[in-house]
Structures are given as C-alpha cells and as structure tokens.
C-alpha cells in the first residue's frame, strides 16, 4: 500500500537520522530538527474509533489527491488512551510520529521554532516536534490542546485549514507542510482547561470521542500494559474499572495500571494477598471514595430528592421583592 494510505500494521520505529538529516536550510535559516517519539506499548480495542481516525487520515485517491488529510480532535475523560491510541493510527502512516505536549505556558515559539545560544554566542534554531513532523511529512499529536492558550492557538490557524503553513516571527521564515503531514489534537473533557477559540474549532474536525471501555476491552489493556502481573490481580481490577464506568466515576484505565503495579509490589513485599493488595492500592490512588466500588455488592446511596413543596418554598425565599435600594 502506497505511503499515506495507512494500513492496520504499525511500522517500526524510525530510524536515527543521520547527521545531516537532522538540519534543513529555509530561506537561508538552518533549523535543527527533533526526533520522533515512541511508546512501548500500542492501544488495543476500539476499532470503532481507530478506524475514524484512518478515515480522518487517509488521503483521497484520484482527483481528491489535492484534498489535505483532516485534522481531528480526539476527546474523552482523563486517562482513557487518546494520546496511546491517536499514536497508535498515526504508527500505520509512518514511523515518524510525533507528540507535542501542550501546557498553559506553551509560547508561539514553542510551537514552531525555538532560538538557542550555541558555541560562540551564535543564535541556532531548534525546529519544535510540530514544525519537524511538516516538514518531514510525520503525524504530529497535540496532546491536551485545551490547555493551551489562544495566543499560541493563532499561530497555527494557517496550518490547519487549506493553506497549511506557519510563519515563524522568531526566525524571519514561512515553513510549508509536507503534503504527507498529518496532525491530530487530543483533548480532556474536564474545567481544567482552556475554552479554544470557535475559528480554531471550526479547523479541527471531526470530532472523535473515546469512551471507557468495557471490562472485557479493560482486561485486555491491563494485560497488554501488564504482561508479567499476576491474573488475579488484572480479574479484580478489570471488573473494579467496569463498576466505576457504570457509576461514572474519574476512574480510568490509567488508574488501574497503577493500582496493579502497586498491588503487586504489596504482595511481592508485605505478603498481602491480592484482594487486601488491590484494596490498599486503591485506597491511596483512587481515594478511599471510589475505592468502596472494589465491593461487587456496593450499591452508593441515592441523593436525597426535593418535593415539590420544598422547591416552592426555596424559590420563594429568593423571589426578588421588587423594591429597588
């Protein structure tokens, strides 16, 4: 299958660039590229959502050749394996990919390109993740774009409608994405973040959600993540994460993964058997809250409802009396 058609079969890792593959001349400004980002462990399940994500990325044949990949914004709850998954759809395209970790500090030139003073008191310029992936026709990843601030936002509308080209003010330059460039935008669904601009929302599109998966889909994460961890541990585990999807609660794969890892070392190190391990692990990761659901039995207690009576009563209290001061 040709490049940038995308297949289920990840490719291997990129390999090191070679000295020289590692500067690019634009414009009379050399650029010191970055390399690509790995992970040891690929996402499992979910097909639904990678193969929106393959649609997202595929490039039209024929006359739709012309048409740029999309640019989507993959969504979801904290610790549910956007950034695992999105990396994982991305390692079909190419071997170079790229994850750009955004904060409330990121800068313009955090995005694009950084000056750095080098030997001799001469000015370098260190091309980010992002502008690497552009111009070597990688996948870059925004991972939590919402925590990023409008400023830095606008330097990048070009990029991400048909134009598809930053302007670095740092460096003097215009950089054009290779036609084989791809990016995707992760988002956590908390109030922790930003509100992204509507003309920045209107680019990133389509909207991919993931959701929390089910126990069976749980337990073959933590075996994936957890090869070498006791089944008991990933049983007792797996159905927790199933229990605390049902009531909603902030608990998440991730979170399961660091209750095993630290159930294991409990057993390996105090003796404990594996419910008392996971029971204690829970406790100090998750809060001693939602570690209640560990109990198959637990029901929580239902919130007290209001009457009627009581609401008109409340509403009354605070019904303005229509005076003024």
Known sequence: MAKGQGKNEPRQPAA?????????????????????????????????????????WIIPPGKGRREPPLAPRVLGPPGVGKTTLAFSVAREFTPEVFIFQCTSDTRPEDLLI??????????????????????????????????????SWASLAPLLDNRRYVESIIAGIKIHAHPEFRVAVTMNEDASTYEIPEYILSRLQPQVRVGFPSVEEEKEILKVNLPYEDEQLIDL????????????????SRDGIHIIRYAQRLVDQLKLS????????????????????????????????????????LLSRFKPSGKEN
């Open 16 to 56: 090191p660039l070679a000295p020289e593959e590692r500067t690019v001349t634009i414009d009379g400004v050399e650029l010191r590229l970055a390399l690509p980002d790995d992970m040891p462990v690929m996402a499992v399940g979910n097909e639904t959502v990678k193969n929106q994500l393959r649609a997202c």
């Open 114 to 151: 950084t000056p750095v003073i080098g030997s001799g008191q001469t000015i370098r310029y260190h091309a980010s993740s992002l502008t690497t992936a552009m111009l070597r026709g990688g996948v870059c990843i925004l991972d939590e774009g919402n925590r990023m601030p409008e400023k």
């Open 237 to 252: 585990v797996a159905g927790y994460l199933g229990r605390c999807h049902k009531y909603e609660l902030p608990v998440a």
């Open 274 to 313: 594996a419910a008392e391990a996971v029971t204690q692990a829970a406790n100090q990761i998750v809060g001693e809250e939602d570690a209640l659901f560990l109990d198959p039995t637990y029901e929580p207690p239902e919130e007290p409802g209001i009457s009627f009576a009581d609401a008109e009563f």
